[in-house]
């Protein structure tokens, strides 16, 4: 009798899963449960008029040790190597950040310095930020969300 597994979530971590699952030797029904109308969880991407794209969640694969290695060959099986875009540790795109708040594109700070001091989209400087949060007074709801448990310590900017 062949086996049913049951996997929650359709995020990258689900659908690794559901695809290890179907590869192995006498593969067991799959059932994938996904509380949401998409898959990807985090990985999502969103492509404005004029042609940028935006990353939801992470935007990279780090090649290094065996879990790098093991993704890349999973990228591989899956013929999706076209869809990678090497980016070289040197270049810029792989040293710059940006959020994009309110219609604009904002360079998160690299240095010592841009964490000192306020940069935009924030109100105030990081490094108080951080301070803050260990001085921020406990949530009032049993359960919180990620955005407000943010929100709340780091600002709404954020």
Not at 96 to 108: D, K
Not at 131 to 152: C, K, Y
Request: hydrophobic share 35%.
């Amino acid at each position: 009798m062949q086996r049913t597994v049951a996997v929650i979530g359709g995020g990258i971590s689900g659908l690794t899963a559901c695809y290890q699952l179907a590869r192995s030797p006498n593969a067991p029904k799959i059932i994938l449960l996904e509380g949401s109308g998409r898959l990807g969880g985090w990985l999502h991407s969103t492509r404005t008029e004029d042609g940028a794209v935006f990353e939801h969640g992470p935007r990279g694969i780090r090649p290094a040790g065996t879990v790098g290695k093991n993704t890349l060959l999973m990228v591989s099986e899956l013929g999706l190597d076209a869809d990678v875009l090497p980016v070289p540790g040197d270049h810029p795109a792989s040293k710059n950040r940006y959020l994009y708040v309110s219609g604009a594109l904002h360079r998160l700070p690299s240095g010592i310095g841009g964490v000192l001091r306020t940069v935009s989209p924030f109100t105030r400087p990081l490094f108080w930020s951080g301070l803050h949060e260990l001085a921020a007074p406990r949530g009032t709801q049993p359960d919180e969300t990620i955005h407000s448990f943010v929100s709340r310590r780091f600002g709404k900017e954020v």
